[in-house]
C-alpha cells in the first residue's frame, strides 16, 4: 500500500476515518477491475448463461440457450457439493483419562456444540460456501455476535477486499468488506444514523457495477474493515463500520486473524494467491 500518497492511513485517523477507508478501497478496486471479470467469467461457465456484465444494471441479464447443452463445469461443481456438502462436522470433547462426571460433561458440550452448529445455520451457510470454493475458488463464511447470539454468514468472494501488495504473502493486515444492505435494514442496524444513510451517494461503485441504485430497491453500501495489530502487545489494531459520508463504528481490534473462515478450492502459484491464501 506505499503506492498510495495520502497523510494518514484510516487505521490512523481520529476524526472521520470513513474518508480515509472508501478512498483506500477505490484505489485498490481501481486496480483489481481484473477480480471482477474473472468472477464473471467463472459465473457465466458455471451458470451456463451469458451474463453482460458486473459493471452495467443489467448484470442479471441473460441470453437464453437455444439447443441442449452438457455443462461439465456445473456437474463436477454440484457432484463435489452432493458429496462432501453432505457431512455435517462435530465437535468432539474428549477427555484424558476423566471420570464419570467428567466423561458425561465432555459429552454434554459436545452435544451443545452441535446445537449452536445447528441453530445458527452454519452447516446450511457453510454448503454455500462450499459451492463458492468450486465456482470462484475461494469459499468464504463470516463468524459473529449479534444479539447475543452466534451468527454464522455466507460471505461472497468478490465482497472481501484486499490491497495486492499487503497480500503478496497471504497474510494480509487490512481487510476489507463491501456489502450491499436495505436503506432500511442499514437504518434499523445503526439507529441515529437515518439522515446519513438517506443522503448517502451512491458513488463507491461496489463489485464494479456503475449503478445499483436503480428499481424499487434502495441499496446501500457498507464497508466492514480490519487492520491487525503489529504485534501481541501493540494497540495499533482498528474496526470500521461505516458508509460513504458516516462512521458507524470505529474502535481498537485486539485479535490477530480476521472474523471470517475460508475454505481454498486449490492453492494456485499465481498472482490469484495473494488474495486467495489469507485464513
Not at 2 to 29: G, R, Y
Not at 60 to 66: F, S
Not at 125 to 146: C, E, H, P
Request: include cysteine; aromatic fraction near 14%; hydrophobic fraction near 30%.
Amino acid at each position: 500500500m506505499d503506492s498510495f500518497t495520502q497523510e494518514a492511513f484510516w487505521w490512523q485517523k481520529s476524526d472521520k476515518p470513513h474518508q480515509e477507508v472508501f478512498t483506500t478501497l477505490k484505489k485498490i478496486k481501481t486496480k483489481q477491475n481484473y477480480r471482477y471479470i474473472e468472477f464473471l467469467n467463472y459465473m457465466r461457465l458455471y451458470g451456463q448463461t451469458d451474463i453482460f456484465g458486473i459493471e452495467s444494471p443489467t448484470m442479471n441479464a441473460i441470453v437464453p440457450q437455444t439447443r441442449p447443452q452438457v455443462n461439465i463445469i456445473q456437474i463436477c461443481c454440484n457432484t463435489l457439493l452432493s458429496r462432501i456438502g453432505k457431512a455435517a462436522p462435530r465437535v468432539s470433547f474428549l477427555t484424558d483419562d476423566g471420570d464419570f462426571s467428567q466423561q458425561n460433561q465432555a459429552q454434554k458440550l459436545s452435544a451443545f456444540s452441535y446445537g449452536q452448529f445447528y441453530r445458527s445455520g452454519t452447516y446450511k451457510q457453510t454448503k454455500k460456501s462450499l459451492l463458492d470454493a468450486t465456482v470462484f475458488g475461494k469459499g468464504i463464511v463470516k463468524n459473529y455476535i449479534q444479539d447475543k447470539e452466534i451468527v454464522t454468514e455466507r460471505v461472497l468472494p468478490f465482497e472481501i477486499i484486499t490491497d495486492d501488495k499487503d497480500a503478496i504473502y497471504g497474510s494480509p493486515r487490512n481487510l476489507y468488506h463491501e456489502k450491499l444492505v436495505n436503506k432500511e435494514v442499514a437504518k434499523a442496524m445503526f439507529p441515529g444514523f437515518e439522515k446519513e444513510i438517506d443522503t448517502v451517494e451512491t458513488t463507491s461503485n461496489p463489485f464494479g457495477m456503475t449503478n445499483f441504485m436503480y428499481g424499487d430497491t434502495e441499496l446501500v453500501s457498507i464497508v466492514e474493515s480490519y487492520h491487525l495489530p503489529s504485534s501481541k502487545t501493540a494497540k495499533d489494531g482498528k474496526h470500521f463500520i461505516g458508509i460513504g459520508n458516516c462512521t458507524f463504528i470505529y474502535e481498537d481490534y485486539k485479535k490477530d486473524y480476521f472474523p471470517y473462515s475460508t475454505i481454498n478450492y486449490q492453492t494456485q502459484i499465481n498472482s490469484e494467491c495473494r488474495y486467495r491464501d489469507w485464513e
